[in-house]
């Protein structure tokens, strides 16, 4: 196998022989390059390529104006070669052309593109190569061919093997994965020493480790040493969007910052394959390489993470606070962040799971909403929240339909909703009914519903599922006096019910648990926007408040 392929398709040969010229004296020698102006001869070199094995990195398309030919190429892109990054060529005034806007808005939207790419000038173009480079760091990433990058070696892929895959990508640490008796795992293994416990990794620096624990992971990955002996101004608990925002403002700020999390870095954000609507990433960016560079922002102002620790219970230390981790380690500290976020419930339907982000999308629709006019939209979910967004959908959509488990609307979703759900002329609600299927080809183009009644099962057309039932916030471990609404998400500032002890003289800060020190942020606060930008700001907030608590521990101490 050769080099992985840069392939471009335009009809216009002009534009097209621009495109080569570019491509080929910046990537060629790293990358086979080959353009094609017919959009036929294109797939069926993409169908070769898959069917020999062949490594495609970047497809790039033109769609000429009235066709869909251009779409249609990067469909059968996303099956044949699902790692290869697709980006659509479009002139340098598209924004000014409304119906090519509108295309380029749908396409992100529904999956069907990965960005889009100005044709290029046919002198250097740099702009072009930035958005070029910018897809090949990306599908380097996803291949676990990036710079400090470990290999795993295992003797199967299931088993601990799977635990130590399953914890680095929770890590946000490149690796890649080989057997035992292939020919790089027998290459790497020659370096391992005369009996090698399988399985092993490889670090980038050439350490080996055999068989290594999640402790011993933790301490490779840089996890503090003499956790007991180190002060702390703030205990951050979870490292997702929230407590990594929190980190690094904290951190660049001068206080003392310790990250705990029980997997890696990243949260539920880790799950999110492109993140479109972040302030100032305007090509979007994945949730885990978000994450990864907060994370080293973070620790470059100072903060200290240990990952794969779970914390156990938080109690009242005098005026501070003590934090207990499973491993028997107790870590004290002014103040307390909780930053844990939720899990979202699952369809487990493995071919929608496919799909995410290609149509299929966990949360509400606020974001996608404005591109789906036209398009047969489809909500799993029966609370007010699935609701809320049915009605803002069905501004856009030709169709939205409820698909609900419960026998009626009443059983989950308040009144007022339901009645104005009855009344919107383009939503459908289908009670007793739930999603067990469904698939496309590169996106979703269709359902499978069932009936639980009769077990009847019906296949429709669908151009968008939201996925909304529900997700349960990480605050089971957490002490009886920190306040909880119903459904365990965390009260806080004029939230915080009467009934429950308040030990200071002012009031609970806006962010403050009724446990005084202890701020919450993030999804797992009761009244949050579940948004990762709305998380970044309420752990930017939280800053301001840690000040001000840590300022009166000290004055406490000191007059005491």
């Known amino acids: 196998m050769g080099h992985s392929f840069l392939i471009a398709v335009d009809e216009d040969r002009d534009a097209l022989a621009v495109v080569e010229s570019q491509l080929v004296r910046r990537y060629a020698h790293d990358y086979r390059v080959e353009c094609l102006a017919d959009p036929v001869h294109a797939l069926s070199l993409l169908t070769e390529l898959a069917q020999g094995g062949e490594e495609v990195t970047l497809v790039l398309a033109r769609n000429p104006p009235g066709s869909t030919i251009g779409f249609e190429l990067l469909d059968h892109v996303r ?14 005034d598209a924004w000014s052309h409304e119906a090519t806007a509108e295309a380029i808005r749908v396409s992100l939207t529904l999956g069907r593109i990965d960005y889009y790419v100005p044709s290029p000038a046919a002198a250097l173009d740099e702009e072009f190569h930035e958005s070029v480079a910018s897809f090949l760091l990306e599908w380097a990433r996803d291949r676990g061919l990036a710079p400090q990058t470990i290999h795993v070696v295992g003797k199967t892929w ?67 040493a003499g956790l007991a002996e180190l002060a702390y101004d703030a205990v951050i608990v979870g490292s997702g969007p929230a407590g990594l925002s929190a980190a690094v403002y904290a951190a660049s700020e001068g206080l003392r910052i310790l990250v705990v999390d029980e997997g890696g870095v990243g949260g539920q954000a880790r799950s999110s394959s492109l993140i479109r609507n972040y302030l100032g990433f305007a090509k979007g960016i994945s949730g885990s390489r978000l994450a990864e560079q907060a994370y080293h922002q973070a620790a470059a102002f100072g903060a200290r993470f240990l990952f794969m620790h779970r914390v156990i219970a938080l109690e009242r230390s005098g005026r501070g606070l003590s934090v207990s981790i499973a491993d028997g380690h107790q870590v004290s500290a002014e103040a307390v962040i909780l930053a844990t976020g939720v899990t979202y419930r699952r369809l487990d339907v493995p071919a929608l799971e496919a799909l995410l982000g290609a149509g299929v999308f966990y949360g509400s629709p606020l974001s996608e909403a404005a591109a789906l006019g036209g398009q047969n939209a489809y909500i799993a979910g029966g ?93 089971d471990w957490l002490p009886a006096d920190i306040a909880r609404d119903e459904h365990g998400f965390l009260l806080t500032g004029s939230d915080i019910p009467d009934g429950y002890e308040w030990t200071l003289e002012r009031p609970p800060f806006p962010l403050e648990t009724s446990m005084p020190g202890v701020l919450a942020v993030g999804d797992v606060r009761h009244g949050s926007v579940k948004r990762v930008a709305s998380a970044v700001g309420e752990g930017a907030i939280a800053v301001g408040l840690l000040h001000s608590i840590v300022n009166e521990v000290v004055q406490h101490r000191a007059s005491n």
């Open 79 to 92: 099956r044949l070669h699902p790692n290869a990054k697709r980006a659509l060529l479009v002139p340098a």
């Open 158 to 224: 299931s088993g601990r093997a799977y635990e130590l895959r399953k914890t680095l990508e929770q890590c946000s640490i490149p690796h890649t994965f080989c057997l035992a008796d292939s020919d790089l795992g027998r290459k790497l293994l020659a370096n391992a020493g005369a009996d090698p416990k399988l399985p092993v990794m490889v670090l980038p620096d050439g350490r080996i480790m055999n068989d290594p624990s999640n402790a011993e992971l933790a301490l490779a990955s840089g996890a503090p």
């Open 383 to 475: 609370g007010n929240s699935a609701g809320q967004a049915a009605l803002h959908l069905a501004r856009y959509a030709r169709r939205v339909t409820l698909v609900v488990r419960a026998p009626s609307l009443e059983a989950g979703m308040s009144d007022y909703l339901v009645r104005a759900v009855a009344a919107a002329p383009n939503v459908e609600v289908r009670t007793g009914t739930q999603v067990v299927g469904g698939g496309g080809d590169g996106r979703l183009q269709q359902l499978i519903l069932r009936e639980r009644a009769t077990n009847e099962e019906e296949t429709v057309p669908a151009d968008a599922l939201f996925v909304m039932i529900g997700a349960r916030p990480h605050s």
